[in-house]
């Protein structure tokens, strides 16, 4: 065998192919591991007597199988409702956020806008200094937004982080000579914007989807301020009143078969269920755009 062959498949470094791709799988394997399990932890313990999970005997299957924590949180008929409030607050949110992501990112990413410096600098500004919590709410309580959807997503309708990844896209993925060659055609700059920008923008588009409908979902302390008004709580919201609310006095849980030792373990339960019924909503959503969200991380990437 000459010595060619010999090193035929093996990398500069002296490592074979076949032995990268172990390396690279059993990397994969263990950040899957490290990522997945406590997700995976927390479906066991939520269907697992506590007390054996606070025991270490959960640790790859359920112990105890039960599901009276599952029934504890749809027992209260709030759960609907913040379901229902949470899918129309995302919804109308993501769609807010991303229209607002648009139309500030793309012209900020034209080097010939005038004034573009300051308003670069003036956005950034934005991501360290704010007026603070009460100066927020006396100008979303004047303009009357309190217990209306509008208050869930205006006053923080446009996201600087995801603004700047938009505009970063725009400037190196979308090629100049596209843009020239539809002016000299004749078309307005919303015609360019219509016909040209947004059909090839549509990974990141997903990206800033996915950014924004998992922070709506998630987002419970908005409401908690300016959702008063009873039936206006999202999901996470309704989660956490039930949890609080499980969490009684020691008097109140004599009153329960079993004293505060078996309130006590209802209430472990529960945390744990809250934490699937709220998670698993994005969990089935987030396959379905994967392929998008990965595209638009992805885009602009490789420059030729």
Do not use: C, H
């Amino acid at each position: 065998m000459s010595a060619n062959s010999k090193t035929l498949g093996k990398r500069p470094g002296g490592l074979s192919d076949r032995a990268s791709d172990v390396v690279l799988v059993v990397l994969s394997i263990a950040i899957l591991l490290v990522v997945a399990y406590p997700l995976y932890y927390i479906l066991v313990a939520s269907v697992s007597d506590p007390y054996d999970v606070y025991a270490g005997k959960t640790f790859w299957l359920p112990s105890q199988f039960t599901l009276k924590g599952y029934a504890a949180v749809f027992s209260d008929d709030s759960i609907l409702m913040g379901y229902w409030n949470s899918i129309k607050y995302t919804v109308v949110g993501t769609a807010f956020s991303v229209i607002m992501i648009y139309i500030t990112a793309y012209p900020l990413s034209n080097p010939d806008l005038p004034g573009r410096k300051f308003f670069n600098i003036f956005f950034v500004i934005t991501m360290y200094f704010g007026g603070g919590l009460i100066p927020t709410y006396l100008i979303v309580r004047d303009t009357g937004l309190i217990n209306t959807i509008w208050a869930m997503f205006l006053p923080g309708g446009v996201a600087v982080s995801n603004m700047i990844i938009a505009r970063n896209f725009f400037e190196t993925s979308i090629p100049k000579e596209l843009k020239e060659a539809a002016e000299i055609d004749g078309a307005s700059k919303l015609r360019i914007f219509w016909d040209i920008i947004i059909p090839l923008s549509k990974p990141i588009m997903a990206v800033m989807v996915v950014f924004s409908m998992v922070a709506y979902w998630n987002d419970w302390f908005t409401a908690l301020i300016y959702m008063t008004g009873e039936g206006r709580a999202p999901l996470p919201l309704v989660l956490r009143n039930i949890l609080i609310a499980s969490e009684t006095s020691a008097s109140q849980a004599s009153m329960i078969s079993g004293g505060y030792a078996e309130l006590n373990k209802l209430t472990e339960m529960i945390k744990f269920a809250s934490i699937i019924v709220a998670a698993a909503p994005m969990l089935i959503i987030y396959p379905f755009v994967q392929k998008y969200f990965e595209q638009g991380f992805m885009a602009g990437a490789v420059k030729g």
